[in-house]
């Protein structure tokens, strides 16, 4: 991959500015042929100094706190959709400052800061997450409708419920999941919220859309939205973070060691705990170009982090050629849960970040982080 040898220090984050835009034109036509509204969830992926381009594309953002929300508001400039199984009293009114929606996870949230959404200087137009108790996803880190799930609403606490000045439904049970869920999951809402559906103005089917996916069904996608707004007469929101980016990102690295312990084991310059939590979270083995499962190739590894975690180890792989200190290795799909969620454990640098035009080549610095990046998140 030519972009190996374009970064000019590792580690550092790439993103490429081509795929990405095959990514969102993929999500712009879903918008056109199904008639609903995609927003970027920036838990996933929040880089701002590409909301420009984004911006062309999709509708607007989902956020989770008052950070995302001012960050969605200052640098996309369109719709603002806030969720939280929260809110903070202190920070609810400068919530409303940047929200066009705000959805609750609760009844006694929704009563507890009705008078302030009435007071807002602007409309704010006011929803409720409901849990379908409907599962798809099989991990249950990752699922919100597990058992004593804290997210959403479910059917029984609606009964004697008032709903004025509620407009609108959001539920989230997916995670990189095909259209066929989403249709279950539909079927499972309408059976239980069928009375509450009509007097909507909008329901958001959360994230969990693996829509750029190549095998992701999007005909089906688009069918199934067109048939519930034209049944309810509804707006429909779809708010993915990983489709906007996925396969658009790497994350270069460099071996710095090769030792040995029933097997040879490569210690390289990034860290799974620090700058690709989800490896060890989810957990999960990245792709790296050019590499293989064990015994695929010849020569075998397991590749390790820089921290003094005795578990920052990213995986075992294999390699047409044998590796030595200075090699560079290229881990995929890396834009989405990596810069949201990277830290700096045991004073370890953030990757740099930068944007890659594959269509030419270039490759264009956006940000570096040094020792007061580490400095200033501690006291």
Known sequence: MKLIDKVPHTPCYVLDVEVL???LEILKKVQEDSGCKILLALKGFSMFSIFPLINQYLEGISASSLNEARLGC?????QVHIFSPAYIPEEFPAMLNYATHI?????TQWKKYKPDVHKAEEV??????????????KVSLYDPCASRSRLGIRREEFNGEDLVGISGLHFHNLCELNSDSLERTLQ????KFSDFLPKMEWVNFGGGHHI???DYDVER??????IFKEKYDVEVFIEPGEAVVLNAGYLVASVLDIVHNE??????DTSAAAHMPDVLEMPYRPEIDGAGKTGEYKNNYRLGGLTCLAGDVIGDYSFKEPLESGDRLIFKDMAHYTMVKNNTFNGMCLPSIFLYHSGNNEIELVKEFGYQDYRNRLS
Do not use: M, Q, W, Y
């Open 21 to 23: 835009k095959k990514n």
């Open 74 to 78: 200052e640098e996309f400039s369109k």
């Open 103 to 107: 959805i609750f996870n609760s009844f």
């Open 124 to 137: 704010v137009k006011c929803g409720l997450r409901i849990n379908p108790e409907h599962s798809e996803v």
């Open 188 to 191: 499972v809402v309408e059976d």
């Open 212 to 214: 750029t996916r190549k």
């Open 221 to 226: 996608l688009c069918r199934i939205v067109k």
């Open 263 to 268: 097997g040879n084991i490569a210690i390289l």
